[in-house]
Each structure stands twice: as structure tokens, then as C-alpha cells.
């Protein structure tokens, strides 16, 4: 029997094959009773999901937009009964068939699936109250909904020591090999750092020898973290010191938050993916005791000030015949990016902008000119962030720059602190942020989504190179949600060359492009490390796999740059004064000195 | 082999010969098991140092060929002894009492199954049938066969004949 339903099934992708992917003919079958048309190569849990039969994965991942497909079909918790087929087949690896009968919810399905769920819970710490992801767990949900109440096996559990970075804690007694981090690292990222590592009940999920993190090529992206379905992989939390800087008289504490916290904090309290929380967001800072409450944008302005008198700089002494600069120039503005190039780029550490990252950039300017402005000594200036993102918490603490940031939560973490203080998100009035590190323009805020900081720099640019006025300052040739995208914007009669990439994967490709001469003549490249730009950063809210609620995200955006008044990075006044009484021109020694920095190459296993 | 430019030497020929072998292939492509097979026969055993060799070389991550290491039991990051003991402990050395030879043997040399004695002299390994069954329980020294192993005497015997 087992065989006839093979020869079916290879028979069926076969046809799919012939006919192709746009034409791929729809697929009966049954489910539950229920009959459901799906397109061929669908599987088993395609179909059940179009008929809202919920069938419950633990493993299964499929993140449709950015190639990533865990089908490791290891758990085994999806099991379905295929009539003809004697063993029980994983629904999210079983690929549909003309007339074929499935039942989801019969006894022998329902028996199966609670004794895997016994055998995975027996080696599982059961400290749900304490772990911190109690409330998203996947494991704690589908226990849940199989009723579970008691753990019939008893048995040895596997241990394994505790691994904590400045941005993520590996606790893999947790871990319940789905390997979806592992996927994440190599498949999507193409990082390496995990891998599965030894066999039988040793088998987990590490880094080569078993090294702490910090001794990996891990670039801390934390996109790990966004597919675990359980605590085996979460962030390094830091609301505790948030809350005793908070409580300390003598500090004045600051916090700026990152553009695309704004688009998915909302998420956290139920409102629908994509609605922009600025001005609530702004309520809740202040609520929660913050001094002044600022807008990374402010820094990301700085950010173009800088990086775009670097390109303007490389671009004219290429221009003049000059062949030995440093072309395309790369952003810099993603810690994650950064920490990838020093670790597997090692060649082409001259090529990237030297401009700090906006997070940096704002901690240099608080601690010197904010702090001599609102005269507070820099030992009692405790400047915080929030960031849809965990490299940046590693990032705040390396060591060239000086503790310019001192603490960094996450949207996440966020959201915990605003629910521990009892405010009550949705009802907040909006408020504006503070001025002056709070002005900001449109272009600041498109940083947090993939082709934004490249879209703010072009604003920019344009106008310096060519001296005339940019009337239509969205260049939709640059957006979009491809991995790898190019365009080309002519500047004057110069044509710009740009290229775009999102997720580690694809960066590498073009990053191996541009080792291998540069064939596409490209005069600047954005990166981002996580899928989407920052709104799929490793500390957003968890999208559990839907693509959608990234590009809802990524429209806010768009609609929060619609609605600046000013939307050009040079022409936000707090940025123009910014340089005229403390910096003075872009590239000047001070600048230079607060706003860049140097790449270090790090030799990691 | 005490001075440490000669063994620096004789190591810089074993990267060598890795380095050809992987050169010499066709394709690099699904070789990683063969390129380690080659390097432990060459190393004698995968440290760390030779693992990073041929990730880089290979260009397949480290932490993969950390996985492959630490996953098929043939390979080991343990030096092997100047004489490797293998007991068998297949199923008809095993009933005939493989686990007590290989307590003794623990305790003989103080060391457990997968190490290495500290003066490099013996390592001591399991290993699964070696198609001797009628002469279980087996011990191999080497490529030397010792058969009927039952006493702690002939743990001892054994072992006196590779006092130096």
C-alpha cells in the first residue's frame, strides 16, 4: 500500500514538473470530511489551513517571502492518517494528492500526537512560570490544546551549559531540535554559526566546539530568536536596569527609539500589524519616567549628513580619474551587517561607510553636546534605546565606543515594561517627542525598512551633487521586498548605481558579486541583515512566520515619511543647527571623532 | 621530535598533504567526510586547529564540520594512544562479558572509554563487531588481535607487553 501511494505522489510531482509553476492545476481532496482544492506541490497543511482546520507544528516554519522552509518534519506533532497509507504521515511535509482522504482529529491521530508531546515534554524543564517565553511558547500553546495533564514518562534530561551574550541566552535544555535556528543561521543568513551537533539524546543545536556565542561567527542578528519556538533562544534582557536608572535620583535618563519600533509596537497590544504608535509611544516613555524621550531619526538625519558627504567624497575622487577608492561604498548602519563583513568579509573592510549607526550616533551627540547643553555631567547622562533589533545591544557595548549608549531593550522588552507599569497602551493621547534630538525627517524614519537608508542618502546626495532641488523625493525604484534589488537613479547626468539587500543570504551574494570585480559597476550598496530591514528585526514582536505582517510594517513606514513636512535629511533644522554650533561640516575632525568609526577584522569559529 | 622547529616542520607537512588532497578533488562539493577521513589519517585524530582547516578550505562553516565530527563516532578529537585499545562490544562479546574487560581495563589505566592515557602511551575505544565472534570477548592493540579476554590477569598480561 505504502508503495502504491509513493508512485502516486511521484507521478503527481512529475506532472507538476511538465506543467510547470504558473499553470500548476488545483488538487481534491478530503480532509475531515471536508473537500478542499489546492494548488499541486501544496501540502497536507496548506490544504488544512484553507479549510481553518488548525493542525497544530512545532518544527514546521515557512517564511514565505525570504526562502525560509523548516521542513525538518522532526516532531512529528502534526501527524494526520492518509487513508491507504499504514503509518501516520507529518502533515507539513506530506504533499497533496488527487482524491486523498485525510483525517486531522481521529483517536489513533490524537493518541499519536499526545504521546510525541509526552516524550518531548519528559526531557523539557517545566519552570513555565519563570521562562520568558511563557505566553508565546509553542510547545506551552500545543500542550494547551491537547490537554494535557500529566507526563506519563519519566527519564534523564539533557543539561547543558547556560550561554549568555550581550544579546542572546541560549538555554537549550529547552530546546526541542526543530532546528528552525539552524535553518535560519545557514540557509537564510548563510552565518554558520549552528549547526546540530552530535547524535542520539546528546544531539542540540550549538556552534562549532560548543563555544560561547560570543566566540562564534554569530552576528547577534537574532533572527534565531524570532523563529524559536520555545526559551531555548532569547534576548539578553535589560529592562531591569532600565528600571533602577529609572529609580536613581541623580541620573537624568534619556531614551531614544528606533524607526521601526514605531511600526510594530502596537502589535504587543493587540492592534492590527502595520498601525503606527508614534505618539502613543512617546505617552508611554514619559509615563514610564523618562527625562526627555528623543528619535533615533534624529540620528539617522545625522546618519545621511555623513554618509552621504562619504559617497559625495568617494564618488568625485572617482570621478577626477582617483582608481584606487574605495568603491561601492556599503552602509554601515546595521550591527548584525557589520558584525558578518568583520567576521567573513575580512578582504573588503575598507569599503563599508566608517559612519557610526544612528543608535552611535545618537549616544556621541547626547553624551557631549546634549549633556553640555542641558548641563549634566556625562556620568549622570544614562542614555538608553529601543530597537527592533539585538545586534544592537552588543553593539552598545563595544568597546571603541565609549559607552556613548548605555542600555538597549528591544520592542519586545518595551512592550513588558509599559505592561509592568500598568499603562494602558491604547488609551494614551499622543504626545511629541522632545526637542532638539526628537526633530526628524521622513528620511529618518524609511531607516527601518530595507532600501530606506539608501532612499534618505539618494535625497541627499542628489541635491549636494547637483545643486538643484529634488521635487519628487520617492524614488520607488529602490523599494520593494526582493532580496536583491538594483536600480539606477541618474544624478545630474551621472548615472547612481545602486544595489539593495536584506537577510545575511543575500548580502553575501552581492558582497561575493563585488569581490568578484564589481561586474554591475555598483557605486553604493544598503544592507540590512534581517529579512525586511529592521521591521523583521530579531527584537520586533513575533510574526510567527507571516510575511504579510512584515510588509504592513513596511507600508507605515512609508505612510509616517508621507507625512513629514520636511523630508530631506539636510534640511532638518535641528541637524542644521546641530553643525552649525557644534559640528561644523560634515567630515570636519569633530565629526569625524564623534560620528565614525574603524572595522576591526574578528577571527571567529 | 622534542625540538619544536621539527615539530612544527612535520605538522606543516601534514596541512600540506591535506591541502593537496583537497586540491586534488574534482569537485568540492558533498566531500566533507572524505576530506576528514583523509585528515584523520594523516593528523591521527580532528583537533580543533584541522576542523577550522578544512571548514576555510572547503568554505562550508566550521560549526557543519564540527557537526559531522561530533556526529559519526569514527571520528575523534582525542590523539589516539602510540597503542590504540578497541574493545569490541558487539552483541556476542558483550554477552560474554565485554563491559567487565572493559572495567578493568578503565581501572588499569585510569582513564575512560574515548580518552587517552596522559603520557600518550594507550587509548582505549569501543568499537562494534569485528567478525571474530568466536573468539569473544576481543580486545584489539593495534591491528594485534587478542581473543577469550575474560580474566583481569589478561588485561595485565596484555598491557605488560607494551612496557617499553
Redesign the interface.
Known sequence: MVHVWIDVNLRQLLENNVKGCNTMADIKLTIDGKVVEVPAGSTVLDAAKKLDIHIPTLCHLDLHDTKMVNKAASCRICVVEVEGRNNLAPSCATPVTEGMVVTTNSPRVLNARKVVLELMVSDHPKDCLICEQSGNCSLQYVSKKLGMREVRFEGKESTYKPDKSKSIVRDMDKCIMCRRCETMC?DVQS?????????GFDAVV????EVDLSE??CTYCGQCVAVCPVGALTEAEQTNDIISALANPEKTVIIQTAPAVRAALGEEFGLEPGTLVTGKMVAALRELGFDYVFDTDFAADLTIMEESAELIDRLTRFLDGDKDVALPILTSCCPAWVNFFEGQFQDLLDIPSSAKSPQQMFGAIAKTYYAEKINVPRENLVVASVMPCLAKKYEADREELNQDVDMVISTRELAKLIKQANIDFNSLEDEEYDQPLGESTGAGVIFGTTGGVIEAATRTAYEKLTGESLEKVDFHELRGFEGVRAATVPVGDFDLNIGIAHGLGNARELLEEIRDGNPRNFHAIEIMACPGGCIGGGGQPYHGGDAEILKKRQAAIYTEDERKTIRKSHENPAIIELYENYLGEPMSPKAIELLHTAYEPKDR? | MSCTTCKNEVVDKMYQELSDYIDSLPDKKGMLIAVLHKAQEIFGYLP?EV??FV?RKLD????????VV??YSFFTMEPKGKYPIAICLGTACYVRGADKITDYFKTELGIELGETTEDGKFSLDGLRCVGACGLAPVVLVGEKVYGRITTLDQVREILAEYED
Do not use: E, K, M
Not at chain 1, 552565518?191 to 547524535?199: C, K, M, T
Not at chain 1, 550549538?206 to 566546539?209: K, Q, V
Not at chain 2, 562550508?60 to 557537526?67: R, T
Open positions: 545557514n552565518v554558520g554559526a549552528l549547526s546540530g551537533i552530535n547524535r550549538s556552534t562549532a566546539f562564534s561567527v569559529v | 580543533r576542523q577550522v571548514g562550508i562553516p566550521v560549526s557543519q564540520v564540527y557537526g561530533s556526529f
